[in-house]
């Protein structure tokens, strides 16, 4: 299935399409909010999507909630470390609003959090943490594709890779024997002043060495230098690995987005979690 498309949509920035069958509104940028609410539930009823969600300046959220909205979660802090975007949710089908998974989804979140005070790990023996470069899109792309049978965003086309890692996207990667075994990003809105902490993936035969949050705490370092105040990251509920990876790295749940995002070959529910830097 082609893969949803990044388009401008009356002042604003909005992903969509049938992969994952919403409309999502990634930036405001300087649309009518009011106007906005209305325009993009008429879009998604066109086009036969069964979510909307929009991440939406708090401030300009009275219009969407007037309009049936529901705010499914939130990131204090998101515009230079002052005000909050909440993700504020619109479902043209109830079938889609309903949370699979519910009890383990609780489940990973309670584990998470009991994990906080866990030590944190050191980089095993024979890897290295480095910071990913043009001439490892190759690479890159072949690790994502092994690891996600689909994904939000096409991580695994070299392209894709190389134009973000030149604009807005600061990549790692943990490297044994001469080889990317774990990867990462950092989506940097520097703007506002906030990052996405987003694409991990490692490899089957390497999991459970603490890669990604090692890879983390690489990326927040880097991202406080750069004068970034606000980290988050959208992870997939049902991972317990990546829920406890941001808890155990001191960050705080805010929300579950039900039944969000095409990730590893079906629509998945994810959950938010934020940290000031």
Same mark, same amino acid.
């Given at each position: 299935?082609?893969?949803?498309?990044?388009?401008?949509?009356?002042? &604003?920035?909005?992903?969509?399409?049938?992969?994952?069958? %919403?409309?999502?509104?990634? $930036?405001? +940028?300087? &649309?009518?909010?009011?106007?906005?609410?209305?325009?993009? $539930?008429?879009?998604?009823?066109?086009? +036969?999507?069964?979510?909307? !969600?929009?991440?939406?300046?708090?401030?300009?959220?009275?219009?969407?909630?007037?309009?049936?909205? !529901?705010?499914?979660?939130?990131?204090?802090? @998101?515009?230079?470390?002052?005000?909050?975007?909440?993700?504020?949710?619109?479902?043209?089908?109830?079938? %889609?609003?309903?949370?699979?998974?519910?009890?383990?989804?609780? =489940?990973?979140?309670?584990? &998470?959090?009991?994990?906080?005070?866990?030590? =944190?790990?050191?980089?095993?023996?024979?890897?290295?943490?480095?910071?990913?470069?043009?001439?490892?899109?190759?690479?890159?792309?072949?690790?994502?594709? *092994?690891?996600?049978?689909? @994904?939000?965003?096409?991580?695994?086309?070299?392209?894709?890779?190389? $134009? *973000?890692?030149?604009?807005?996207?600061?990549?790692?990667?943990?490297?044994?024997?001469?080889?990317?075994?774990?990867? &990462?990003?950092?989506? #940097?809105?520097?703007?506002?002043?906030?990052?996405?902490?987003?694409?991990?993936?490692?490899?089957?035969?390497?999991?459970?060495?603490?890669?990604?949050?090692?890879?983390?705490? $690489? #990326?927040?370092? *880097? #991202?406080?230098?750069?004068?970034?105040?606000?980290?988050? *990251?959208?992870?997939?509920?049902?991972?317990?690995?990546?829920?406890?990876?941001?808890?155990?790295?001191?960050?705080?749940?805010?929300?579950?987005?039900?039944?969000?995002?095409?990730?590893?070959?079906?629509?998945?529910?994810?959950?938010?979690? @934020?940290?000031?830097?």
């Amino acid at each position: 299935m082609k893969d949803d498309s990044i388009e401008p949509y009356k002042g &604003a920035i909005i992903q969509q399409g049938p992969k994952s069958n %919403r409309v999502y509104l990634m $930036k405001f +940028g300087d &649309a009518n909010p009011d106007e906005l609410a209305i325009s993009l $539930k008429q879009f998604a009823e066109e086009r +036969g999507y069964t979510k909307i !969600v929009a991440k939406v300046p708090a401030s300009s959220a009275t219009g969407f909630l007037q309009q049936g909205y !529901v705010k499914e979660a939130d990131i204090p802090g @998101y515009y230079n470390g002052c005000e909050a975007v909440l993700f504020l949710c619109l479902y043209t089908d109830p079938e %889609r609003q309903k949370l699979r998974n519910a009890d383990q989804i609780r =489940h990973n979140i309670m584990l &998470a959090e009991n994990m906080r005070d866990k030590p =944190h790990p050191s980089l095993p023996e024979g890897f290295s943490l480095n910071v990913c470069r043009p001439e490892h899109t190759e690479a890159m792309s072949r690790l994502y594709k *092994t690891v996600f049978p689909s @994904y939000p965003f096409p991580i695994g086309d070299t392209a894709y890779i190389l $134009k *973000t890692m030149k604009t807005s996207v600061f990549y790692v990667g943990a490297v044994h024997n001469g080889m990317f075994v774990s990867l &990462a990003s950092a989506e #940097m809105d520097m703007e506002n002043a906030n990052v996405e902490m987003t694409d991990f993936a490692t490899l089957p035969e390497w999991r459970g060495r603490s890669l990604a949050i090692l890879l983390l705490e $690489k #990326m927040e370092h *880097t #991202m406080k230098n750069r004068g970034i105040k606000t980290a988050y *990251t959208i992870a997939r509920a049902v991972s317990l690995g990546m829920n406890i990876t941001f808890a155990r790295a001191g960050y705080t749940f805010s929300g579950t987005l039900i039944n969000n995002t095409n990730i590893s070959g079906s629509i998945e529910s994810m959950n938010i979690w @934020y940290k000031p830097l």
